[in-house]
């Protein structure tokens, strides 16, 4: 079984422009979350799709954005540059059957990451 | 508000020794834990979680943990390091009793096995 797979690996911008990261859960998994990285903020939540909708949201400015695909795929966006959000960016997928339930239980499968640097 | 607090940014531990990287948390409700392991320029591996039941767990690799309500902690254990376990391990915890979804990570330990 295929695991999470992030594209692309790596990418290097620079302050101002805009980036797209892409990721294809686990065949069957329907959420996507997406985290950020840093060595200084460690991993922080993004955001996570179910269903082609956002459900959460966590603390990131308006410039970090998202959505999920009818196959259960996901962007992110990334608009104005600053050199801060130089990251690795990690999405998640999870087998969620439902919003709540003894079935779901959070548990989250990891693609390797998008690093992206800014300069 | 969940939170997760990994105390020591680095453990050392030679090949053969039993480990214990530690993690405290701290959730409203009955918690959803979890560890995960990170290699270098990867992404995070599931290693074993605990949702309910037994309050040993085990997982990958010959991992595991305990589940300590009273003292709410969830220190990950292994009877024998490998010089191969040295990577960078991450607690994590959800309270589904509160209806928020995303998992809350701690800051990390560095596991680091000399051989």
């Known amino acids: 079984k295929a695991g999470v797979t992030q594209t692309p690996r790596y990418l290097i911008k620079t302050r101002g422009q805009q980036v797209t990261l892409s990721c294809s859960p686990i065949?069957?998994?329907?959420?996507v979350s997406w985290y950020q990285q840093t060595p200084g903020q460690g991993l922080q939540f993004l955001f996570e799709y179910f269903s082609e909708t956002q459900r959460n949201k966590g603390n990131f400015p308006g410039r970090f954005s998202g959505r999920q695909f009818s196959n259960s795929r996901s962007e992110m966006n990334v608009s104005t540059l600053e050199l801060g959000d130089s990251a690795l960016y990690l999405c998640?997928?999870?087998?969620?059957?439902?919003?709540?339930?003894?079935?779901?239980?959070?548990?989250?499968?990891f693609g390797e990451g998008s690093r992206l640097t800014v300069l | 508000a969940q939170s997760v607090a990994q105390p020591e940014d680095q453990v050392n531990v030679a090949e053969g020794n039993p480990l214990t990287v530690k993690c405290t948390y701290s959730v409203s409700g009955n918690p959803y834990l979890f560890w995960y392991v990170q290699y270098p320029n990867r992404g995070l591996q599931f290693l074993l979680k605990?949702?309910?039941?037994?309050?040993l767990v085990k997982g990958s690799y010959g991992f595991e943990a305990e589940f300590n309500k009273s003292q709410t902690s969830f220190h990950l254990k292994k009877p024998s390091a490998l010089v191969s376990d040295s990577a960078l391990y991450f607690c994590?915890?959800?309270?589904?009793?509160?209806?928020?979804?995303?998992?809350?990570f701690g800051s990390g330990t560095r596991l680091q096995v000399q051989p």
């Open positions: 605990y949702i309910t039941g037994d309050n």
């Open positions: 065949s069957g998994h329907r959420s």
């Open positions: 998640a997928s999870s087998l969620a059957l439902s919003l709540a339930g003894p079935t779901n239980t959070g548990e989250l499968f």
């Open positions: 994590a915890v959800r309270a589904p009793d509160t209806g928020r979804r995303a998992l809350t």
